[in-house]
């Protein structure tokens, strides 16, 4: 499927008049396995339900990146891209001077950034000085250096320069832009332009309409129109699918579980919380669909029957008292529970995607404050 799209697309690039040889994009098509390092733990961009990449787009030789840049979380999912992927280890972010300053060093550390020239330089010295330093980028045929440049040069909706066109120019390199679905919570390159065989203006057009078949985490700072039909405005409130990552509110629980030494309950619950973040990650079981319905109760009644038992187990050890704090975090966690009701169809979770969260960390708190 995704091999038809991207020659599909290819096709319509053609229209804007790029006349580079035919590409066959499944030459490139390699092993996911062979393309990432190997592990055999979760990994960071899985944890908080980002995809895996896929290998067979991966750009393989040096070239300059452009990407949608609406926000500053647009950084997550590219540092876990780049931490997991050999090939992606080489690109390399264009960042404002202003992340020199010393209490940035962890971003830096991170991104191994490339710095603009500070305002006021002459264009043409800009161009140098970036290409100057992109070349000091190591490159191997395992890992190109690739250069991520925002055209617009901001988070906020601002006009394409054309700084990445020359610099691509210069180098004799191809513009590969790259897509972030935050949806959908994918990361993927789309079909390159030439600036050898297409005008500015041309490469524009082509590179914004591949850019704009997802919509960014922020619609109203693109600097181009937005085409995706798939687009969920409560998903992409977050560079991180908050439906699983806000279980992380139940830890205190289990941890005061594990000091009080209730080891048959921590056992549940810590059932109930791996099952739930798989759960959750698969869309509430709609991406498993010979098996939603079963995935569906069994994950809700190893949630509820852990509630319970809590709930039971603390009366119990009280002697009939739960707390004023926990019995007002379970009923706003009840509260948003409601609100989050009717889900939305399949992968399209709707208000579910706000609400249940909430429902998460006030059910979280609930849970290690009932006993007071």
Known sequence: MFI???????????????????????????????SRRQSYYPTFYNVIGWK???ASNIPTEPCVVVYSHTSHMDMT????????????????????PALK?????????LLNPIYSPPLGTKKNNSTKDIIEQFKNVPSTKESPRLLMISPKGHIYKREWR?????????????????????????????????????SLEDATTCLQKQLGSCGPITPEYAEFPIHDSDYQVF????????????????????????????????WLALTSFIVSWRFHLDKEGTT?????????????????????????????????YL?????????????????????????RRGKYALYMPLYHVFMGFALYSLPG
Request: proline share 4%; charged share 20%.
């Open 77 to 96: 999912p590219f540092v876990a891209y780049k931490i997991h992927y050999k090939q992606v280890k080489n690109m390399v972010p264009i960042v404002s």
């Open 162 to 198: 054309s700084g990445y066109y020359y610099i691509a120019k210069e180098c004799g390199y191809k513009v590969y832009p790259l897509i972030l679905d935050y949806s959908k919570r994918e990361l993927y390159f789309g079909l390159p332009i030439d600036p050898q065989f297409m």
């Open 101 to 109: 300053v010393w209490y940035y060093f962890l971003v830096r550390w």
């Open 52 to 54: 895996e990449l896929d």
């Open 288 to 320: 498993r669909q010979l098996f939603t319905e079963v995935y569906q109760r069994v994950e809700g009644t190893l949630a509820h029957t852990s509630i319970v038992l809590r709930i039971i187990h603390t009366l119990y050890d009280n002697g009939g």
């Open 235 to 266: 998903e992409a409130l977050s560079s991180a699918d908050m439906c699983a990552v806000s279980l992380a509110a139940y830890i205190p629980f289990m941890l005061s579980l594990f000091y009080s030494g209730y080891y048959m309950e921590l």
């Open 323 to 347: 707390s004023g704090i926990g019995l007002l975090n379970m009923f706003m966690a009840t509260v948003f529970m409601l609100l989050s009701e009717p889900r939305g169809v399949e992968i």
């Open 4 to 34: 038809e799209t991207m020659q599909q697309s290819l096709d319509e690039m053609k229209e804007c008049g790029n006349e580079r040889p035919n590409i066959d994009v499944s030459d490139s098509a390699k092993s996911v396995v062979d």
